[in-house]
């Protein structure tokens, strides 16, 4: 079993910034039993958060912003030591193995697709943790934004409901999100480990070949 380095070097270095990355993970789709899940706990949870008032909406998404940020974030970083621990221990030859084992799902190798599966969950983390840290900068009866909705709208006590009422609900449903994600995070990691033990026996047979356009120097 040959494998080709130009291919190697194409799939794997194909990418030159996060963006990129994000881009390339979302060729992977996502698992239609969470899809599902996620859409039943996004209806209850716009439900039952329906007759809550304003400012009681606006003090609960306060206190989940101080929660969330640091929550978030300290969690990101245990990813991170876990992906780095597990990059560590499976060896370079065992993953370029996996580069060349199975089909390509989604124009992605194996390789590819595992890593690309963790790496999105940093970034959806990292979406996350923004959009808490704008809401929480935002917030508030004293800013500019809240000044111009009083003043310019005779229909601004509404307005601030609905707005609270949909800042609560996504600030539920993506933390939800993120914990369908890191339940994938886990099998994924799994799921690599466990393809590594497949294809160990087969990793005396393969060796990497040249670049096809080398040129033979005999």
Request: hydrophobic share 50%; with cysteine; proline share 2%.
């Amino acid at each position: 079993m040959i494998v080709d380095k130009k291919n190697l070097a194409n799939e794997l270095l194909k990418e030159k910034h996060l963006l990129n990355v994000y881009l390339s993970a979302r060729a992977i789709p996502f698992s239609r039993k969470n899809i599902i899940i996620l859409l039943i706990f996004s209806f209850f949870s716009l439900l039952f958060s329906y007759g809550i008032s304003s400012n009681e909406l606006f003090e609960k998404i306060n206190t989940l912003n101080s929660f969330l940020i640091s929550t978030i974030i300290t969690v990101t970083g245990f990813l991170i030591a876990g992906y780095t621990i597990f990059c560590s221990v499976v060896s370079p030859k065992l993953s370029i193995l996996l580069f060349s084992l199975g089909k390509k799902q989604n124009g992605l190798s194996e390789l590819k697709r595992a890593h690309l599966s963790l790496i999105r969950v940093f970034i959806y983390c990292l979406f996350y943790t923004l959009i808490l840290v704008i809401i929480s900068a935002f917030s508030g009866t004293h800013n500019f934004i809240f000044y111009y909705i009083e003043n310019s709208f005779n229909f601004s006590k509404t307005l601030f409901h609905i707005v609270n009422y949909f800042i609560f609900n996504f600030i539920l449903i993506f933390f939800f999100f993120l914990m369908i994600q890191l339940g994938s995070f886990i099998y994924n990691i799994y799921h690599t480990i466990m393809m590594t033990i497949v294809a160990y026996p087969d990793l005396y047979k393969f060796k990497i070949g040249e670049d096809s356009e080398k040129k033979d120097p005999h």
